[in-house]
């Protein structure tokens, strides 16, 4: 008899769990594990940690099936399951977070909008309601001496079309 078992015979409320240890399993060629819980609430397709020689002696694995017949003559060792992850509390976790930053975002951009309005010297102006944002035509640049930087020079007149380049005879 498997020792490893026995905990089957004595107590009733110990159940046997089938995990994967990868989603993958044709791929990778990993076997379903065999662990044993006292949860009563643990069931196929949750997560759940279990020991392991590797990653601080713990890993974790997705329940694929439980309360099954106990072969108690196999030589596979049943070990316990550590405990379920809790993961709708890390989803809510999660997006409570997410809340948090969009938050911080806006809250950042206001203040980055507001920095830049003072340094422009606009006080509580919108910057929106500036005709270079509304895309009007801008005041133009003064030179040192005082007038228009480009008064003088002419508007550049419309681009006329150019014509097709001729084909030639084959």
Request: charged share 25%; net charge negative; with cysteine.
């Amino acid at each position: 008899m498997n020792l490893t078992t026995a905990i089957f015979l004595v107590n009733k409320s110990v159940r046997p769990v089938k995990v994967s240890y990868d989603p993958d399993n044709a791929k990778n060629n990993n076997p379903n594990w065999l662990f044993k819980t006292l949860d009563p609430d643990v069931k196929k397709g949750d997560m759940v940690v279990v020991p392991t020689t590797t990653r601080h002696g713990m890993t974790v694995c997705k329940v694929e099936e439980v309360d099954f017949r106990v072969n108690f003559d196999t030589t596979t060792e049943y070990h316990w399951i550590i405990g379920k992850v809790d993961v709708p509390a890390y989803e809510s976790i999660k997006a409570q977070e997410e809340t948090v930053t969009d938050r911080i975002a806006i809250a950042e951009e206001n203040r980055k909008r507001q920095e830049l309005a003072a340094a422009m010297g606009l006080g509580d102006i919108n910057l929106t309601d500036l005709d270079i944002v509304q895309g009007a035509t801008p005041l133009p640049l003064s030179s040192p001496r005082g007038a228009p930087a480009y008064a003088d020079v002419p508007e550049a007149p419309p681009e006329a079309p150019k014509p097709y380049p001729m084909e030639e005879p084959l």
